[in-house]
């Protein structure tokens, strides 16, 4: 089975990515896109699920059984590098999204059991942080992180400087009842900026009975079922990345792979970027 989803030309409602658990083998993640234009409305049932929407670019009304969001939205592309809406939708629901602009959408999902409210997640309401030093720096927006209330879902967002690295050192999330890690699959929404370009992502585990190095291009998605998931960008293409994760304990909980954890170390020194390649 292939762990890289292609984005395809949209569908009638406009979908171009539709991962379920059924389709990558696992048990918890889904994840969809939808590029809607100005105009445009799309009906969404949660049933079983939780949701978050990720408005990745554009503007738009979201309704629910119970609550209204109005007119949300702020960035027109994702390479912005400001925090996005989302809307947080739990199981037994329904949503109707107007876009009120071109669109595009993206709706995580995994079990939900819970009796939360939908809310709007709204910029100010996600943290923002820089990771790593020297070539292996990232931008990250928390859009919903483990310390915020949700059933299963986790959602970040990564931005990656063209000729950086980054989900690196390798780390992973594969072991259940551990001390160490928390079993969570996780699903990658890759952007890149200029749109043709592409970036390099391993999956592998320790034994390597799973080693696999993909090319993700604009809109496709990477699943990682278990193991290590670093993202290697390339010369001229800045890179973005929307992660979806959920399992059965709803905690980001990781391991770094130990030969290459120094990386985060002082050992690693910050190099002058400006430095010219003789």
């Given at each position: 089975?292939?762990?890289?989803?292609?984005?395809?030309?949209?569908?009638?409602?406009?979908?171009?990515?539709?991962?379920?658990?059924?389709?990558?083998?696992?048990?918890?993640?889904?994840?969809?896109?939808?590029?809607?234009?100005?105009?445009?409305?799309?009906?969404?049932?949660?049933?079983?699920?939780?949701?978050?929407?990720?408005?990745?670019?554009?503007?738009?009304?979201?309704?629910?059984?119970?609550?209204?969001?109005?007119?949300?939205?702020?960035?027109?592309?994702?390479?912005?590098?400001?925090?996005?809406?989302?809307?947080?939708?739990?199981?037994?629901?329904?949503?109707?999204?107007?876009?009120?602009?071109?669109?595009?959408?993206?709706?995580?999902?995994?079990?939900?059991?819970?009796?939360?409210?939908?809310r709007l997640i709204?910029?100010?309401?996600?943290?923002?942080?820089?990771?790593?030093?020297?070539?292996?720096?990232?931008?990250v927006h928390n859009?919903?992180?483990?310390?915020?209330?949700?059933?299963?879902?986790?959602?970040?967002?990564?931005?990656?400087?063209?000729?950086?690295?980054?989900?690196?050192?390798?780390?992973?999330?594969?072991?259940?009842?551990?001390?160490?890690?928390?079993?969570?699959?996780?699903?990658?929404?890759?952007?890149?900026?200029?749109?043709?370009?592409?970036?390099?992502?391993?999956?592998?585990?320790?034994?390597?009975?799973?080693?696999?190095?993909?090319?993700?291009?604009?809109?496709?998605?990477?699943?990682?079922?278990?193991?290590?998931?670093?993202?290697?960008?390339?010369?001229?293409?800045?890179?973005?990345?929307?992660?979806?994760?959920?399992?059965?304990?709803?905690?980001?909980?990781?391991?770094?792979?130990?030969?290459?954890?120094?990386?985060?170390?002082?050992?690693?020194?910050?190099?002058?970027?400006?430095?010219?390649?003789?």
């Amino acid at each position: 089975m292939s762990l890289l989803s292609k984005a395809q030309p949209p569908d009638a409602q406009g979908r171009i990515q539709h991962v379920t658990p059924e389709r990558a083998g696992w048990r918890y993640v889904g994840f969809d896109v939808w590029l809607l234009k100005k105009g445009e409305t799309l009906r969404l049932s949660s049933g079983d699920k939780e949701l978050c929407l990720v408005l990745v670019a554009g503007l738009a009304s979201v309704k629910t059984r119970h609550a209204e969001f109005p007119g949300i939205g702020k960035r027109m592309s994702p390479f912005e590098r400001v925090p996005p809406y989302s809307v947080y939708v739990p199981h037994d629901d329904e949503v109707d999204v107007y876009a009120d602009s071109d669109l595009e959408l993206a709706v995580c999902n995994a079990p939900g059991q819970g009796n939360l409210p939908a809310r709007l997640i709204a910029p100010a309401d996600v943290g923002v942080e820089h990771r790593g030093k020297g070539r292996n720096q990232r931008l990250v927006h928390n859009i919903l992180p483990d310390d915020k209330p949700a059933d299963s879902l986790l959602v970040v967002e990564v931005y990656t400087n063209e000729g950086d690295t980054s989900s690196y050192p390798s780390h992973k999330h594969d072991q259940e009842a551990s001390e160490n890690e928390t079993y969570l699959e996780e699903t990658y929404y890759h952007r890149f900026d200029p749109e043709p370009g592409f970036a390099m992502q391993r999956v592998y585990t320790d034994d390597r009975s799973l080693d696999v190095c993909m090319a993700p291009y604009n809109r496709d998605v990477v699943m990682v079922p278990r193991g290590y998931h670093p993202v290697a960008t390339l010369a001229g293409y800045n890179n973005y990345y929307l992660n979806v994760m959920a399992g059965p304990v709803r905690m980001w909980k990781f391991s770094w792979e130990k030969d290459h954890a120094w990386v985060n170390s002082d050992s690693y020194p910050r190099k002058d970027q400006s430095t010219a390649i003789l």
